[in-house]
């Protein structure tokens, strides 16, 4: 018994030490995955009690953005944001106990892979970042979480890494993996993608957006439009 305890330590370290970024985040899960970011709004959450409505909206900066942007849906709606800008879908698994399970609430929201396919933690492994996303609606499930996932926002290139050629290609594909998943396990699925992409380039139609990722009020509005039904048939 203390041998398998050991067995299943050691992997466990081994686990995180391989988590994809440079050293010093290796060595720092803590801040690699930043709990730190909504640890006080967290604690509030949990000491004022979960709004009603408890939806958690999992993300990157498009979700970070959103609750900037356009914070009245939020407010209006009992929703929580748990977007951080520049996270992976590595980083959101980490985080997913803190900043959705122990929130308790009814739904989550997934949206993920922007950053992914842009290798902001190194480079972009299709398998892995679907498995992410399918441990992170495990997870939910295990803990009673009604799930809503999403597809990746359209973007023909990422500013910050112009040297990704493929990316529309890389997106199209994921979210056609993600599409087919949760059909076969009956998991509502919301298309923002068809509704916001510019067919003959791949890119973000430029009336939603400002530098071809990240939507702007306009874009949201169209964003709010489907997950918000799709939401409300989720909490009757």
Known sequence: MIKMKQFLLVSACCLVLYLPGNV??????????NFKRYAQANNSLKEEGIPSKGVVFMGNSITEGWVRLHPEFFKDNGYIGRGISGQTSYQF???????V??????VVVI???TNDI??????????YTFGNIISMVELAKANEIKVILTTTLPAAVFGWRPEIKDAPQKIEALNKRLKAYAKAH???FVDYYSQMVKEDS?????EYTKDG?????EGYKVMESLIKPVIDKALH
């Open 24 to 33: 010093n985040a290796q060595n720092n899960a803590h801040e690699w995955a």
């Open 93 to 99: 698994l980490l985080r997913f106990r803190e900043d």
């Open 101 to 106: 399970i122990n929130l308790l609430p009814k």
């Open 111 to 113: 949206n993920a892979a």
């Open 118 to 127: 842009a290798e902001n933690t190194g480079p972009y492994n299709e398998d």
């Open 186 to 188: 009956r998991i509502p």
């Open 202 to 206: 791949k890119a973000l139609i430029p």
């Open 213 to 217: 990722v990240h939507p702007t009020v």
